[in-house]
């Protein structure tokens, strides 16, 4: 609308009332209204193709188009512009018709003075402002929105075609409990009832089903209205599947500080007894015979014993991660490292019969690292790999290390059982474990993967069952001085 005048199109093929519409405009506004007539439709179709106009007054009775038909084409060709339709007395069942069309208002011929023709005109932009204002708002909004009548959907906006995956096509006429998981339904269908009984609607969150079988959480909040007459239900919907996720991290992350707290004051009164116990059982297996009956006790002692250490050492690493920051850096090989792990490995894998090849990249710099945490990651990493391999008929074991860019890379890959999807997700949750009591503590790749975050590094798994499995270590060549 021009901030000068409102310009008007009239199509209208009774000159006379052309002129005294025209008459009407000039004594309201005062040069305010700027108007072009025409007295056909495809002449009006023309200058609304080539011109720009705030308002069209459309007579619904013209020479090459008659009744709602006229509407629908203009409503195609200037969808943005307010219209408002004339008609004689006897069509206002077709004016109000009109209006569920599309129209701003209308007006009744020969029922119009300048004052109402000035208020109708003015009030169609305003009206079609806000609606344009509100169906953009409704459209771009980041939360869904629906309108459900007869328990079917009517109305989806974008958003909420989004957070379901089903499209507007496919919702238009969907039950609308068809998305919600059947176990939230009755808490669904009981909430709308009571919302159109005129109870006080309260945000709820419940279950949907999107269109490719995902569980998703939502937060609605519904309101009962007049949809073409009728009640409906107009709702607003939030996917908060994330924020939920966020919450229970949380919630595991308070759990496992506890649980660490509580790991530290347990290892910390335990490991002097058990270092007690084993220094006793060594000493007693020192100085008796491998003959005498109580050697192998002794000896089953020692190793029970050492066990039990080693668990309780496993917690406090966990539970006392500034241990790692406290260890020095230096420049390291992994070649060196992964020689020592090897050596410390070798009784079992000869034992195991497991083949262990290794190709190490030429040139591969050291790098700064933390040699104990270092040397921990790959000793477990191996290990595990050797557990794997137990009911493998092929055992091997390949160690692969090279330069990548700014990065040395370091995968450990096995010929073993493999991991199952659902357990390859958690293999990194503390005390989680698959191996049977006394074979592990839950705790190895946890701590593997905190040595090697802190080293500003990445660790990262691929199995398949019956395949086998791949651990990669990424780490950066320059940490706190560089590489050499």
Known sequence: MSAKYIKILLLEDDPAYTR???????????????????????????????????????????????????????????????????????????AVQAIRQGAQDYLVKGDIDSRTLQRVLRYAIERKQAEDLLRS???????????????????????????????????????????????????????AVGMLKGERSVPYEYRVTTRAGDIKWVLEIAASIKYGGTRATLGYFMDTSERRKIQLQMAKAEKMSAVGMMAAGVAHELLNPM???????????????????????????????????????????????????????????????IDRVVKLLSYRIEKDHVLLTRHIAEGTPRILMAVNGMQQVLLNLVSNALDALAESQRKEIHLELHREGDFVQLTVADSGCGIAPEILEKIY??????????????????????????????IACQSQPGVGTTFTIILPLERKGGTK
């Open 429 to 458: 949750e503390p005390f989680f474990t698959t191996k049977p009591v006394g074979r592990g503590t839950g705790l190895g790749l946890t701590i593997s993967r905190n040595i090697i975050n802190s080293l500003g590094g990445d």
């Open 275 to 337: 270092m007690g116990m084993l220094n006793f059982a060594q000493y007693c297996l020192k100085h008796t015979a491998e003959d005498d009956r109580r050697y192998p006790v002794l000896q089953g002692i020692e190793r029970e014993t050492g066990r039990c250490a080693d668990i309780v050492r496993n917690l406090m690493t966990f539970s006392h991660r500034e241990n790692e920051a406290e260890e020095e850096y230096q420049l390291e090989s992994f070649t060196t490292i």
């Open 20 to 94: 005294l519409l025209q008459k009407m405009l000039a004594v309201a506004g005062r040069g305010e209204y700027q108007i072009e007539c025409v007295d056909r439709l495809s002449t009006g179709l023309e200058y609304l193709a080539q011109g720009e106009y705030d308002v069209v007054l459309l007579d619904l009775g013209l020479p090459d188009s008659q009744g709602l038909d006229t509407l629908d084409k203009v409503c195609a060709r200037i969808p943005a512009v307010p219209i408002v339709v004339m008609t004689g007395i006897e069509d206002e069942t077709l």
């Open 137 to 191: 708002l409704i459209l771009s909004s980041p939360v869904g929105i629906y309108i459900v009548q007869d328990g079917r959907f009517k109305f989806v906006n974008p958003q909420f075609q989004k957070d379901t995956g089903y499209n507007e096509n496919e919702l238009l006429g969907m039950d609308s409990l068809s998305l919600v998981v059947p176990g939230d339904r009755e808490m669904v269908r009981g909430n």
